[in-house]
């Protein structure tokens, strides 16, 4: 006699049901839903077929069964429990069992328990079940394909995408990911379709479940695969493969004895193998495993969401391999418009560090201009990496073609302004401009010249970090160049001056993330500063240093520049300096004195030429000009002649016809020497002629 019938309020109950209507029979045993009938003490007075389905257990074992010995096939106890303790409903409470007759697949139930009463006392309770199985399969699977869609593919970085969507698959779908990805997808270049033989691929993402668990290669090792095997087929037809038992694929186990190893000391029992692909071609391969804390081997369905899940990745993993691309083209144009090697000069020794970013284009540049001089330039361009090095060369080479007309830094950062103002209307006018919601145009530049006669050191920057300044004894402090407002914005900059003393080592440097990142661009600075410090070493040592401690390992993701040069001055024995007075016999002592002066330096070879510019600069002097003549001579690797007066006339090469008997002196100048220029200072200007050395 079953349990229930032992008890006499349960006899109660049973015969109750037994007048019920044949409506109410019939609704109770034909529900699709669960239902269960209980009586006070936990024990199954009345269940339905679909509850008895629920279980797996037939009504002889359900019926007068306490609840607490049916949970290993259907926990209810513990809400049934409640629901008479509290003497009210409970709804929807979610249940999950793997049944002792399937135990390979999880079921999800949900569960509304309501309490019994007859006349105000509690008789018993009652539970309807429902199988929610697939509904909560459907939305974990919907759950999990929106996070990969919110967080697969934060970067721009194929191996970081990958390792994010082993982040996201494990533990929830699988016990065990791998990603690897071709060779080629790291270099930028286009994807390659369906793969065969024995491809070389680099594993760039893994994550096991268990803490310590490491696959078949590292990550960053070169991934190897056996023919044939999942694996190498999914490379060559580009379609998933589901393997639901291991144990039935050892054959191709036998071929891979690296993975064979790792899913025998996982304990994997089945896998996904799903390729990487793009418009049909191939970047890389994604393997799914599953092991102990998931009992039920992947599915059809399991095979579907693997594949949404490759899809995004492959989709992210081009737009990385695509970014990889631009940038590598940006970097080899950004290193084209640079100079390779500095120029020998004798006002510095100099030597540089560049750092490509991933985010705007730097630029420096060591210009060699009159009477020795020197000109030292650095700027930043921030923007995407191929527009912003587009416009890097474009200011890059107005520097330079301004540099040539010896303008002092202030006045050619206005007219590096005025270049900076067309380039931004001519963003703005493009249509593209609008289409990538690109930023307004700005760009900074500091550019400074230093004299290695007079050590006289003159600065202006627009918007630009001051210059370090290391002294000969080892002191590192800015230079104090006010910062300007950047490029473009049509605002006047001030000019800063200064003396140096030889052997100081100035150290220009642009760091991109300084705008985005302050605290990390001090504390590089910091470092700089440190290794700026050593008076020992030469410009090329100091990049060196600084490219391995201050750049190395946290290097900002939009690059930087360094332009370090250790100052010099010229032997007071190469300069030589006249004052003469505006008169006719001026031309003639000032030709004395430069043959004297050539004659001492061993250059008695250049004294004709030498001769006739002395002679035509003095006499410009006194025909067009006012106040005394100054002649200076100034002995490098070239011989340079200025002659400088009060006036701030502009001179003018002339080509004189055949009867006319003056417009010819700065014509034979320009053609007997190798540069001349005119160079405006504050007390009038100084007209200068360059002499090659190397031939007489």
């Given amino acids: 006699m079953p349990r229930g019938q032992r008890h006499g309020h349960a006899t109660g109950a049973t015969a109750a049901s037994n007048g019920a209507s044949g409506f109410e029979k019939a609704l109770f045993e034909q529900a699709r839903a669960g239902l269960e009938v209980y009586d006070t003490d936990l024990r199954v007075l009345r269940a339905n077929p679909a509850v008895l389905a629920m279980r797996g257990l037939p009504a002889s074992q359900v019926i007068g069964f306490g609840l607490q010995d049916l949970d290993p096939h259907l926990p209810l106890s513990p809400i049934i429990r409640e629901v008479m303790t509290r003497e009210r409903a409970v709804f929807d409470r979610p249940v999950s069992t793997y049944p002792p007759a399937d135990p390979g697949n999880r079921h999800d139930y949900s569960v509304t328990g309501y309490p019994l009463q007859e006349r105000g006392r509690s008789i018993g309770a009652a539970a309807m079940i429902h199988d929610v199985t697939d509904q909560v399969r459907r939305q974990e699977e919907l759950d999990l394909l929106s996070i990969a869609r919110a967080r697969i593919g934060s970067s721009l970085d194929a191996v970081r995408t990958a390792q994010e969507l082993t982040e996201i698959a494990v533990p929830s779908f699988a016990d065990a990911v791998a990603v690897d990805l071709l060779e080629s997808v790291f270099a930028g270049e286009a994807p390659v379709g369906p793969v065969t033989g024995q491809p070389s691929m680099k594993r760039s993402g893994f994550k096991a479940r268990e803490e310590g668990q490491y696959g078949a290669y590292p990550i960053g090792s070169t991934s190897h695969f056996a023919i044939p095997t999942p694996y190498t087929q999914a490379l060559a037809d580009l379609r998933p493969r589901l393997v639901e038992s291991v144990c039935s694929a050892r054959q191709w186990l036998a071929n891979d004895r690296l993975r064979a190893e790792f899913i025998r000391r996982a304990g994997v029992h089945s896998l996904i193998v799903t390729p990487l692909t793009v418009h049909g071609l191939v970047l890389g391969l ?26 995004r990745t492959a989709l992210c993993v081009d737009n990385a391999r695509r970014f990889t691309r631009e940038h590598t083209v940006a970097t080899t144009l950004q290193r084209s418009l640079l100079p390779r090697t500095a120029p020998l000069t004798a006002a510095v020794d100099s030597s540089h560090c560049y750092l490509p970013g991933r985010y705007g284009a730097h630029w420096f540049d060591v210009l060699s201009l009159s009477s020795c001089r020197i000109g030292l330039v650095i700027g930043f361009v921030p923007g995407e990496d191929l527009p912003a090095s587009v416009v890097m060369g474009r200011l890059r080479t107005a520097v330079s073609t301004l540099a040539a007309m010896d303008l002092p830094p202030d006045e050619l950062l206005v007219h590096l302004d005025d270049v900076a103002q067309r380039l931004a209307r001519e963003q703005d006018s493009d249509p593209l401009t609008v289409l990538h919601a690109r930023p307004p145009f700005t760009a900074s530049c500091l550019y400074l010249t230093y004299d290695p006669v007079t050590r006289r050191c003159a600065a202006a920057s627009a918007g630009h970090e001051s210059p370090l300044v290391t002294s000969p004894r080892g002191v590192v402090a800015g230079l104090g160049i006010p910062s300007g407002a950047p490029l473009g914005r049509g605002l006047p900059y001030e000019l800063h001056t200064t003396q140096l003393a030889a052997g100081s080592l100035l150290s220009l440097y642009s760091d991109g993330s300084a705008y985005r990142y302050p605290a990390e661009a001090d504390e590089r600075a910091g470092r700089l500063r440190e290794a700026v410090a050593d008076v020992s070493a030469d410009p090329a040592e100091i990049c060196d240093a600084v490219a391995y401690k201050v750049l190395r390992g946290t290097a900002p993701e939009d690059g930087a520049a360094l332009l370090v040069a250790r100052t010099r001055s010229l032997a007071p024995d190469h300069v030589a300096t006249w004052t003469f007075p505006p008169e006719p016999v001026s031309v003639r002592e000032a030709r004395r004195a430069t043959r004297d002066r050539l004659e001492h330096w061993g250059l008695e070879d250049h004294v004709f030429v030498t001769d006739l510019v002395v002679s035509e600069l003095a006499t410009n002097v006194i025909r067009h000009a006012e106040g005394a003549i100054r002649l200076r ?17 502009v001179p003018h090469l002339r080509h004189a016809r055949l009867q006319d008997e003056t417009g010819r002196g700065l014509f034979l100048v320009a053609s007997m020497t190798r540069h001349w220029g005119t160079r405006y200072e504050e007390g009038g200007k100084t007209i200068w002629a360059e002499q090659s050395l190397a031939a007489a």
Wanted: proline residues 5%.
């Fill in 286 to 311: 994604a393997s799914f495993y599953r092991a102990g804390s998931h009992p039920e081997p992947f599915d059809e369905e399991d095979l579907s969401l693997a594949t949404q899940l490759a899809a």
């Fill in 633 to 649: 001579l100034i002995l490098d690797r070239t011989l340079t002649v200025e002659v400088s007066d009060d006036s701030d006339t």
